[in-house]
């Protein structure tokens, strides 16, 4: 294949991904390893649009903690395609503006020993009101109950009770040993 023909199926691919975006109203989007540098340069960019487009202070913490935890989820919990040596925590991360809410969507590959778990809790959390939450993150942080990592699922229960929105999931198998994990989080803008 030529070299022209390699540049102008990219240039389609990019314009298509760009179409996509604004059909979608997605603002940013990252793919790659997420560390805290990261986490503070995607939060950064966020914060700085979100301040252009004069949110109200509220819906932009929000937004801001939510995001925080998506990303610390992912660079705790990913898991990696092979187990060649690789180490770096790797995922996707979109923010979308809706007319009323923002959606952040994180993605990563975990697994497929630890998605029953983590679905149970998913719809253990799905399954609870505000106060309900509330007293599943105290009895989490009372009986200490962290694993290796830290956590114990402290982090999708401050997602659910900081967006008031059930937690959207799903899991597509890439093969035997693992599947791609997709999390959305929906934030009202009023």
Do not use: W
Not at 13 to 20: D, G, H, P, V, W
Not at 148 to 169: H, N, V
């Amino acid at each position: 294949m030529s070299k022209e023909i390699e540049s102008h199926r990219f240039l389609e691919f990019a314009y298509q991904l760009y179409k996509t975006m604004k059909t979608n109203e997605i603002n940013l989007v990252y793919e790659g390893e997420v560390t805290q540098e990261i986490t503070k340069t995607f939060t950064s960019l966020t914060e700085k649009n979100m301040a252009r487009s004069e949110e109200p202070n509220q819906v932009q913490r929000k937004v801001f903690n939510v995001m925080v935890e998506c990303l610390q989820n992912i660079s705790k919990h990913a898991d990696t395609l092979s187990d060649e040596g690789e180490t770096d925590k790797r995922g996707i991360v979109m923010v979308s503006k809706g007319e009323d809410s923002y959606k952040i969507i994180t993605g990563n590959v975990i697994r497929n020993s630890k998605i029953p778990g983590l679905k149970e809790s998913l719809e253990h959390i799905n399954s609870l009101d505000k106060a309900g939450l509330s007293s599943l993150y105290k009895q989490q942080i009372k009986e200490t109950k962290l694993s290796k990592k830290g956590g114990a699922g402290l982090g999708l229960i401050d997602i659910a009770k900081k967006t008031g929105s059930k937690l959207s999931y799903q899991f597509k198998e890439l093969n035997d040993d693992v599947s791609f994990f997709i999390l959305t989080s929906t934030i009202k803008r009023n």
